[in-house]
């Protein structure tokens, strides 16, 4: 990332902005004509101040850096950075004046990690060129922020974390809600976020924060470094004056380049294109994070060489395109699944080869089979033995296509994968079918009544479940970003707050959060600060009474689905006895949210049209058939390696052990 640049900072017309800065003038001019102007402030009116003027710039279009703040008071920061954000006017309505400086705006949410899932879907709808902070008291209110913490950074999705923390004076030891460590004084309950936050500091001293702040803000705008960051702000600390130098105030714009491949590596790549005789490209969330769609589609339709997606890679070529294949891995089409067995080479753009990509390691069957990956980051690049292309993904494609100008796949290659494309397209449909309006839907009828419903504005989110599974295989892309599956760390209780941060970065766009019962149940908390907002998001509720996804998962593990439904107890003490006579949908409309609720195929499709044209969050409640069946990817499902007990008595343990066994002897390691 180029340095920063500090142009002068905007005037202050605003009378909101203007008394906000009167109670924080600038100090006198000092005796010495070049010794530096500086203000008097807090710690924390500092810190909200300076994130007001960090901006991000790609191809000469420029971001607020931080665009909000989220948060939740306690005695941690109510008296801190709640105040700051008071006094600086982000207490006024969302948006930024034309006219004045700008402000953080705050943004009240109900629950810290739900916070941070806002925070992400934001980050990510906005091409994590633009993110958002959340500020908690001490004690809980921090450590709720783990579980996000750790989604960001998994995701490589940017968040801005500034817990509350204990005295650093000590003034009282120890302090409501503090941890005490008998062998280390300097630990807190916010040292939890250290693992999973890619940047941490906490900011004992004033003067501490300005390269704190700085590193920060470094890290956030980092394509190949960000995550979740964190800087741990004493309570006392917070409400410190300190006399800080005029330029920590500036606009600072960090520049995110597009660094382009090494010569010699491309050419090598170049190279091993052309020697392929059934090359596969895996598009990865690294394609939408790099804007490189159009770059991706110029390569394809000029080489013929098929594309599959991950999870966060799906919708890089709309789901129509000839060379669109489908997802790829255990949840996979039987399209791009084949292609990737018999693909002798493997050209990764963005991906991080999750083990749900490689089907653990099984996938890429061919014995010669060899990778090209395209990566910013050194570390994904490297993965599976691959010849790394380490630049910016729509720069490296660009290269790519630049030096491969004449080359195109065998015909008798594209034919067979139109066909094999054109075959998952009929048994997709097949899958959507209702014939009967009168019945209940089953939960792929579900994704065929919404499939039928949207159009390329739509935005469709999802985490946790048995959904992605579905959503992997059927769902139809019909344009970029439109598919929003947080599948890195696949956390029940993401959609909800995410679709509120995607409606935000979004708010022209039909936001569907898509959740079942279980996901529902793990975090429902924002439906209230959806409707307080106004922010339309349209919630499809599938009850399925229980833990679909991994019910599944431990029938196949020899686990017999125990403890995954939703049930009462049997005589025999396991929960297999009646559903449980739960109403979500009476819980969301108890939260504000109105609720049209679906039992058939026609009453759902009636539903969801209505629910699309809503001006209020809204909810589509439907209850669904469990029978349900998706489309394989023959000659055999890809792999999940989920190691089942080596030694068992039951006879489902036993004869899981025995397929499981069967599956692992085809693991490779590609070297």
Not at 272 to 291: D, F, K, N, Q, Y
Not at 373 to 379: G, K
Not at 437 to 451: K, Y
């Amino acid at each position: 990332m180029t340095a920063p640049t500090n142009p002068p900072m905007k005037p202050t017309n605003s009378p909101t902005e203007r008394s906000s800065h009167a109670a924080a003038p600038l100090t006198d001019t000092p005796a010495h004509p070049s010794a530096p102007r500086t203000r008097r402030l807090t710690v924390a009116q500092a810190l909200v101040e300076f994130l007001a003027h960090q901006y991000t710039e790609r191809d000469g279009r420029r971001h607020r850096l931080i665009a909000a703040c989220w948060g939740i008071f306690g005695h941690g920061n109510v008296a801190g950075i709640g105040q700051a954000l008071l006094e600086s006017g982000s207490a006024a309505p969302l948006g930024e004046a034309a006219d004045g400086p700008p402000r953080l705006p705050y943004l009240q949410g109900r629950n810290e990690q739900a916070m941070v899932h806002a925070a992400v879907g934001y980050a990510r709808q906005c091409d994590r060129l633009s993110a958002q902070a959340v500020t908690t008291s001490i004690g809980p209110g921090a450590t709720n922020l783990v579980t996000g913490a750790a989604l960001a950074t998994v995701n490589r999705l940017p968040v801005l974390l500034l817990p509350g923390d204990v005295f650093a004076t000590r003034p009282a030891d120890p302090v409501l809600q503090q941890l005490e460590v008998p062998t280390a004084g300097d630990v807190s309950v916010n040292d939890a976020l250290r693992p999973v936050s890619r940047y941490f500091d906490r900011v004992t001293r004033p003067e501490a924060l300005i390269p704190a702040a700085l590193q920060a803000m470094r890290v956030l705008a980092d394509p190949v470094e960000t995550g979740a960051v964190t800087l741990a702000l004493p309570q006392d600390v917070q409400a410190e004056a300190y006399d800080w130098p005029e330029e920590f105030f500036a606009d600072r714009v960090w520049r995110v380049p597009r660094p382009a491949p090494d010569a010699d590596a491309l050419a090598e790549a170049v190279r091993a294109v052309r020697a392929a005789r059934r090359p596969l490209i895996v598009a990865g969330g690294g394609v939408h994070h790099s804007e490189a769609e159009e770059a991706l589609r110029e390569l394809v339709e000029a080489t013929g060489i098929p594309v599959a997606s991950t999870q966060a890679g799906k919708g890089s070529l709309a789901f129509d395109h000839p060379a669109d294949v489908g997802g790829i891995g255990h949840t996979g089409t039987a399209t791009a699944d084949g292609l990737a067995r018999r693909a002798d080479l493997v050209i990764g753009v963005g991906t991080r080869y999750t083990d749900f990509t490689t089907a653990s390691a099984t996938l890429f069957a061919e014995p010669g089979v060899r990778f090209v990956n395209l990566n910013i980051a050194s570390f994904d690049s490297h993965k599976l033995g691959a010849l790394a292309l380490v630049a910016d993904a729509r720069a490296g494609l660009a290269a790519l296509g630049g030096a491969l100008v004449g080359h195109r796949v065998d015909t008798a290659y594209e034919a067979e994968y139109a066909a094999a494309k054109a075959e998952w397209e009929r048994r997709v449909d097949a899958a959507y079918a209702a014939d009967d309006p009168a019945a209940r839907p089953s939960q792929t009828q579900v994704l065929g009544a919404l499939d039928g419903l949207v159009d390329g504005t739509d935005i469709v989110l999802n985490a946790a479940g048995s959904l992605p599974g579905d959503l992997h295989k059927l769902w139809r892309a019909r344009s970029r970003r439109q598919y929003h599956l947080e599948y890195g760390y696949s956390c029940m209780g993401y959609e909800i707050p995410a679709a509120i941060g995607v409606k935000m970065a979004a708010p022209d766009r039909p936001v569907w959060a898509l959740v079942g019962d279980g996901t529902y149940l793990m975090n429902p908390t924002e439906i209230v600060t959806a409707v307080q907002e106004g922010i339309n998001i349209t919630l499809v509720l599938v009850q399925n009474h229980g833990y679909a996804s991994i019910g599944g998962l431990s029938q196949e593990t020899g686990g017999e689905r125990f403890g995954t439904d939703y049930r009462f107890r049997a005589a025999d003490g396991t929960y297999t006895g009646e559903p449980l006579p739960v109403d979500l949908a009476a819980n969301a409309a108890s939260l504000g949210m109105r609720v049209l609720r679906a039992s058939t195929v026609a009453e759902l499709r009636t539903a969801l049209a209505e629910a699309r044209g809503a001006k209020t969050p809204t909810c589509v409640y439907v209850e669904t058939e469990t029978s349900d069946t998706v489309p394989g990817a023959p000659p055999a499902a890809a792999w999940w390696d989920v190691p089942v007990a080596e030694t068992a008595t039951r006879p489902a343990a036993v004869a899981a052990r025995k397929a499981y066994d069967e599956r692992a002897a085809a693991r490779r390691r590609h070297l």
